[in-house]
């Protein structure tokens, strides 16, 4: 029988292999999976600032400032005067950064198709419900400890 650490590193191996072959099926067609990522959220999304990207994806501002840039300078969204805050710029995804994102989608699809193949309905539905409730009890540590970290900022005032 296998120990929680042995299943643990299994699962980071498993996904760093993924997201390995799938950031290199997608930079193939023209966009990293990093890159996507913006892309993905301000289609999903729409337009907005890079304060809101950077909430939401949980990056540094200063880290999606510098992804701005280079999504901007290969024309893959752009900037507008914020109307509401004349020291703000709002992002949006246009359409050649549109049809990038769709190009790599297909491949990053069939990727996951082959890989996932691996398993039949049964196994497929049982690792989703698995990995559900690993998801579920990160959720219910990370409640705990934003508790927790609430509690001691309310006691040491």
Do not use: W
């Amino acid at each position: 029988m296998k120990n929680t650490f042995e299943v643990s590193d299994k699962l980071f191996e498993l996904y760093h292999r993924v997201h390995r072959l799938v950031n290199e099926s997608m930079t193939e067609e023209g966009v990293s999976l990093a890159r996507s990522k913006f892309l993905f959220f301000l289609s999903k999304l729409g337009p907005c600032r890079s304060t809101d990207i950077a909430c939401a994806l949980n990056f540094a501002p200063r880290t999606v400032t510098e992804a701005i840039d280079g999504l901007e300078r290969d024309r893959l969204v752009m900037r507008k005067p914020d109307p509401d805050d004349r020291r703000a710029k709002i992002v949006s995804i246009t359409e050649t950064g549109r049809a990038v994102l769709q190009a790599a989608e297909h491949p990053r699809k069939q990727l996951i198709e082959e890989i996932f193949s691996a398993l039949d309905d049964q196994q497929l539905d049982q690792l989703y419900d698995i990995v559900s409730r690993l998801v579920d009890k990160t959720d219910e540590i990370r409640k705990r400890k934003d508790a927790e970290e609430e509690a001691d900022i309310a006691a040491a005032r």
